[in-house]
């Protein structure tokens, strides 16, 4: 089996950000048969996950902090050296190979300037864009980094305007 545990941490500037839900789906949760053929002794070299094959598909989601969790909320301080903080809840999974783009994680969330301005985040999306290997007796660990997405702006044209006479235009340079 692969165990996977989860932590957070967010490396604003500063303030806080309580998580109040995060969630995890994107893997095969159906069931899965064992039929040892390898012969690997000591540490293997690599994840290995091809003694295990699916006899059926399953697509569960679970629930990592927030209602009926070991983890009803999570608070961080936003520190750009900010130390990760483990979840309680950890799972032991079916080995398995997941695809890039697949295995994604939903949090809700509020942010705290610790001057009186707060925001509250819902249901932000996260995909991990690499594919993840769950090998036997692997220990994964995900540690999400939980801020507001960065604005970046891309000027790559400056419009000026000619207002003279009965038909402004807008000059693209």
Do not use: R
Request: aromatic letters at 10%.
């Amino acid at each position: 089996m692969a165990k996977v545990e989860f932590a957070l941490k967010s490396t604003l500037s500063s303030g806080t950000i309580t998580v109040t839900e995060l969630k995890m789906k994107g893997w095969n949760s159906g069931t899965a048969n064992f039929a040892q053929d390898l012969s690997i002794t000591g540490i293997p070299s690599g994840l290995v996950y091809s003694e295990w094959t699916f006899s059926s598909n399953g697509s569960t989601e679970i629930k990592l902090v927030g209602t009926d969790t070991d983890n009803e909320s999570v608070v961080l301080t936003c520190s750009p050296s900010a130390t990760a903080t483990d979840l309680a809840d950890w799972y032991i999974m079916v080995p398995q190979q997941i695809a890039a783009n697949t295995l994604e994680f939903t949090v809700s969330y509020t942010f705290n300037d610790g001057n009186g301005y707060t925001e509250t985040f819902t249901n932000q999306p996260a995909k991990l864009t690499g594919a993840q290997t769950w090998g036997t007796d692997s220990h994964t660990k995900y540690t999400l980094d939980i801020k507001p997405a960065e604005i970046i702006f891309d000027v790559a044209t400056i419009c000026g305007f000619d207002v003279t006479g009965d038909n402004p235009t807008v000059i693209v340079q």
